[in-house]
């Protein structure tokens, strides 16, 4: 197809002006990295492409409102979304937890959250990202993986590892030092 | 809970709601603690990206495209080559049953393609789930080794314990046993301090005379009794000197003899050095007696006197 060498901001660009081709072109170059993660976060295929599928027809809703002119990183922007609506829907799952407050919210909450990703860490080989995060202590990237992509929270967290609460702080705040630390060696 | 902590947990995603609330308002106010919170939100993220792809289903696209109303691009019809209009051209119908034929291997390897891919989707997934079963294994190969630990450090500490305890133990019956040796001496004391107040009492009477009582048979020939008494009193004290040891059946016993009457009195045993003392009582004054005399009997002694006799007698003057 002529138009799979297009820029993911280009093809955004185009989407924004509702051109289909180029929200297909998108789906086909970013559906497998979606559906893993979404997979990976539920651990259910039929939940996982339920997410998937809203987390594409909300890029369609809200390529206008992506902000092309400033490099926004499209693939941290659908990566985002799905992990956000995982989460909404993982913690919806689960009994006495209080649902995010802001679920209700305008979406450009995701557009915002995408903003993270202009920070260079986005900019980071896959692999490169796969090497950083094997690094890390297994107690650390436990804590940072139970949290990340199982939706739960601290108390959850030292609960389901049976530590106390201070250690999973503790624990949390080596693993982000630790992890930024290998991301930064893995820019360079 | 400090701030670094707070903004390592926000990051994540692992805050409770309220304490994200609370963490958000803190958040608006201060530009320098938003710049913190990008990176560490940024490389949380990161992770995002160390997932493996998953081709979904097939039909997921059929559901997005028509959700978003964007038709699924029909497949590209197939060239017209000038190979095939040629042979098109010299076959005509055998050119058009060939072209069906290669429609039909095309379908069906189309068909391959696509079960193909579901096998490969399938495996991928298979193979995420592997990933987290192992996830999951480790953490629970970790909970296992951490609570061994845990129960070897408390066996240790209970052994520790049980070793204190034992010691506690022996120091107590060692205790135990020094505080019922100290409270018999207590009371050998005692008794020997009352016996010693009782013969002062009868030595300090008025009036205090010694009779010295012979021997009244040869065995005894080298013991000495002597009574210490005063004729108006009914208390006197007796002590003895070399007399010889008895059997633990048998003991002394002292007699106080008034005309034919021989009434019981108190018995006794020596020391092994054959010495003793024992303050006698008596129902009426010892100027009533005209005798004493000492015998041996059964222990205990008995109500009427060996009939061997005595072996010492002597009056009180």
């Known amino acids: 197809m002529a138009q799979q060498h297009l820029s993911d901001q280009e093809l955004v660009a185009h989407i924004a002006r509702g051109e289909r081709w180029a929200f297909e072109v998108l789906y086909e170059r970013y559906v497998a990295q979606a559906f893993g993660l979404a997979l990976r ?30 490099g926004g990183n499209v693939r941290a922007w659908l990566l985002t979304i799905v992990h956000r609506l995982a989460i909404d829907t993982q913690r919806k799952r689960r009994p006495n937890v209080e649902m995010d407050a802001r679920e209700d919210a305008d979406w450009e ?6 903003d993270v990703f202009e920070h260079a860490f986005a900019n980071i ?19 940072i993986e139970l949290s990340f992509f199982w939706g739960l929270t601290h108390r959850e967290i030292a609960e389901q590892l049976g530590e106390p609460l201070g250690t999973v702080h503790s624990w949390a705040l080596q693993g982000m030092n630790r992890l930024k630390l290998l991301l930064r060696q893995q820019l360079n | 809970m400090t701030l670094d902590e707070q903004i390592a947990l926000y990051a994540i995603g692992a805050l409770d709601e309220q304490e994200r609330a609370e963490f958000e308002r803190q958040l608006a106010g201060s530009p ?19 997932v493996e792809p998953v081709a979904p289903s097939p039909a997921l696209k059929q559901k997005v495209m028509a959700r978003t109303g964007a038709p699924i691009r029909p497949a590209e019809p197939p060239r017209s080559s000038g190979l095939s209009d040629w042979l098109r051209y010299l076959f005509g119908g055998l050119a058009v049953a060939c072209a069906s034929l290669a429609l039909v291997l095309g379908v069906g390897l189309l068909n391959a393609q696509s079960q193909l891919t579901q096998q490969r989707a399938y495996n991928a997934q298979l193979q995420s789930q592997l990933q987290e079963v192992r996830v999951q294994l480790d953490l629970a190969r970790d909970r296992t080794a951490q609570l061994e630990r845990e129960l070897a450090a408390a066996q ?32 050998r004391v005692r008794n ?24 009244f048979k ?28 008895l059997s633990p059946d048998r003991t002394y016993q002292v007699w106080l003899i008034k005309g034919d009457q021989r009434l019981p009195s108190e018995v006794f045993n020596t020391s092994p050095d054959g010495t003793g003392r024992l303050v006698v009582k008596s129902d009426e004054p010892f100027s009533a007696f005209d005798n004493i005399g000492i015998t041996v009997e059964p222990a205990g002694g008995r109500p009427t006197p060996n009939p061997d006799g005595p072996i010492f007698l002597g009056p009180l003057g």
């Open chain 1, 41 to 70: 976060m539920m651990q259910d295929r039929a939940t996982a492409e339920d997410i998937v599928q809203e987390a594409f027809c909300r890029v369609w809703q809200r390529a206008t409102h992506f902000n092309v002119q400033a």
């Open chain 2, 32 to 50: 320098e603690l938003r710049a913190r919170v990008a990176e560490e939100r940024a490389a949380a993220a990161a992770l995002m990206l160390s």
């Open chain 2, 218 to 245: 040869d065995d005894f020939r080298q013991g000495a009794i002597s009574l210490f008494y005063a004729p108006d009193a009914t208390t006197a004290l007796i002590t003895a000197h070399n007399l010889p040891p």
């Open chain 1, 125 to 143: 080989a896959t692999d490169r990202v796969r090497a950083a995060v094997s690094q890390l202590p297994e107690r650390h990237r436990k804590v």
């Open chain 2, 156 to 187: 240790d500490r209970l052994a520790q314990a049980e070793q204190r305890v034992q010691a506690l133990q022996a120091d107590a019956d060692q205790a135990r046993a020094e505080l019922t040796a100290a409270q018999s001496e207590v009371e």
């Open chain 2, 192 to 215: 020997a301090l009352a016996a010693a107040e009782n013969e002062l009492a009868v030595l300090s009477q008025r009036d205090v005379r010694v009779a010295s009582i012979p021997a």
């Open chain 1, 109 to 114: 909450l995701e557009d915002r959250e995408a």
